[in-house]
T-cell receptor, first 113, second 108 residues
Framework: DTGVSQDPRHKITKRGQNVTFRCDPI?????LYWYRQTLGQGPEFLTY????????KSRLLSDRFSAERPKGSFSTLEIQRTEQGDSAMYLC???????????FGSGTQLSVL | RKEVEQDPGPFNVPEGATVAFNCTYS??????FFWYRQDCRKEPKLLMS???SGNEDGRFTAQLNRASQYISLLIRDSKLSDSATYLC?????????FGAGTILRVKS
């Protein structure tokens, strides 16, 4: 399968714990995006990378969230000291620089108890 | 005000009906427009791009009105398999901004 893959598919954690998600984009795509989606809402932009550089981060993103894309390949999104309000589907997407069409992974569903 | 606004629906239509969704956006500098489809508990998938001249892909027609900052999607001869949430998407700088989606339910 050469699409965007995300791991894990589901994560249940207790409030206050740290969690990390991984995304592997389509191999030739140099842009990688993280979005968050809650029930009844569209995906909400969190951050994006072009190759290894993080070029934009939503001002809604608290300091507890950090993302990396070492070597411009896979990316990780870490949430520290999780809160119940962090419960959501975390979606990763990738695209080519010259083409804005996003291809999404299946997402990681986070539940914070 | 949200950057992209859509009527959440749901739109309940019989098979074979024609249905239209509208979307408005607030950023007049936006240059790229899309419709994505999202099935229940699945990821969004690109349905079609929206061009200034309007474009058609089979039963689907998308139109853009830059002056009114308005995008539409028309679905003709609705199928049961068209039931999904349709997301209006607009670029804002280097990111895509998604509307909350319009729910379509096609019934036999």
């Amino acid at each position: 399968d050469t699409g965007v893959s995300q791991d894990p598919r589901h994560k249940i954690t207790k409030r206050g714990q740290n969690v990390t998600f991984r995304c592997d984009p389509i191999s030739e795509h140099n842009r990688l995006y993280w979005y968050r989606q809650t029930l009844g809402q569209g995906p909400e932009f969190l951050t994006y990378f072009q190759n290894e550089a993080q070029l934009e981060k939503s001002r809604l993103l608290s300091d507890r969230f950090s993302a990396e894309r070492p070597k411009g390949s896979f990316s990780t999104l870490e949430i520290q000291r999780t809160e119940q309000g962090d419960s959501a589907m975390y979606l990763c997407a990738s695209s080519l620089v010259r083409d804005e069409k996003l291809f999404f992974g299946s997402g990681t569903q986070l539940s914070v108890l | 005000r949200k950057e992209v606004e859509q009527d959440p629906g749901p739109f309940n239509v019989p098979e074979g009906a024609t249905v239209a969704f509208n979307c408005t956006y607030s950023n007049s500098a936006s240059q790229s427009f899309f419709w994505y489809r999202q099935d229940c508990r699945k990821e969004p998938k690109l349905l079609m791009s929206v061009y200034s001249s309007g474009n058609e892909d089979g039963r689907f027609t998308a139109q853009l009105n830059r002056a009114s900052q308005y995008i539409s999607l028309l679905i003709r001869d609705s199928k049961l398999s068209d039931s999904a949430t349709y997301l209006c998407v607009v670029n804002s700088g280097n990111k895509l901004v998604f509307g909350a989606g319009t729910i379509l339910r096609v019934k036999s």
